[in-house]
């Protein structure tokens, strides 16, 4: 079993930049494929990247791609999602989560383990 904490988040104007980390305990991040989804208040989960058990693929949801980019680092035992050209719709609370498959899912249903969240505000 895995134990997820997530950290950074914080408000930023729009084009900024920032990065949310994901630090795992309790299991290596290599056990699982990781998932970063967001919520808006009023809105459903939902998916923004992924990076499967090996490290060596990622997917991106459109909306995010060219601007996020999801990476880990296992001697930090630690996921991160590096979040640029930061705009107004991206404001939401941040969640990392793991599976224990080897491949990252879009389904928020298909991931075992959750961090908290970390809220991330982006100014007009």
């Known amino acids: 079993q895995v134990q997820l904490v997530e950290s950074g988040g914080g408000l930023v104007q729009a084009g900024g930049s920032l990065r949310v980390s994901c630090r795992a305990s309790?299991?290596?991040?290599?056990?699982?494929?990781m998932g970063w989804f967001r919520q808006a208040p009023g809105k459903e989960r939902e998916f923004v990247a992924a990076i499967n058990r090996s490290g060596g693929s990622t997917s991106y949801a459109d909306s995010v791609k060219g601007r996020f980019t999801i990476s880990r680092d296992i001697t930090k035992n630690t996921g991160y999602l590096q979040m640029n050209s930061l705009k107004p719709e991206d404001t939401a609370v941040y969640y990392c989560a793991a599976r224990t498959g080897s491949r990252g899912s879009f389904y928020f249903n298909e991931y075992d383990y959750w961090g908290q969240g970390t809220q991330v505000t982006v100014s007009s």
């Open positions: 309790g299991r290596t991040v290599s056990s699982y494929a």
